[in-house]
């Protein structure tokens, strides 16, 4: 019951990087509240994040030796990246896609997102809380696949 959350580029700013769009809470208090959860739900967690594209991608492989799912907030990558969506396809087990804020509220290019084409689940709107909530759902869908 290993998971790994990883995070794309400028999020190793977030309480401090547009406050009005992504909040005051900061990238370590999200990990802390994903690590209170995870003990809760008996999860092992990995939780990264990288401005650079090749990380990501090396985290999602190593996710494919030994992680039972992927919680994954791309970004800026969400909308660029389909080295990101190919590695993701490789992996087989839940991913569930985050965004802090409602990106269908904000410019058309954040609509599309080459993640979603693989991600089980998309949470968006819901602020730093949507990291909880997907640490949820894959616990839920870990299970689901384990009875
Ligand atoms: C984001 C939304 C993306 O469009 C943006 O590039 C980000 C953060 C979010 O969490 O709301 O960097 O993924």
Redesign the pocket.
Known sequence: RLVYVLN????NLLGKRQPH??GHVTLADVEAECRKLAGELKLDLRFHQSNREYEIIDWIHAAREEAGGIVI????F??TSVAILDALNTFEAPVVE????N?HK?EAF?HHSYVSLRADGVI?GFGTQGYTLALRRVARLIDEKAA
């Open positions: 794309g580029p400028n999020l769009i992504y907030n791309p970004a800026a969400t909308h985050v965004h802090i804020s990106v904000r954040r968006a």
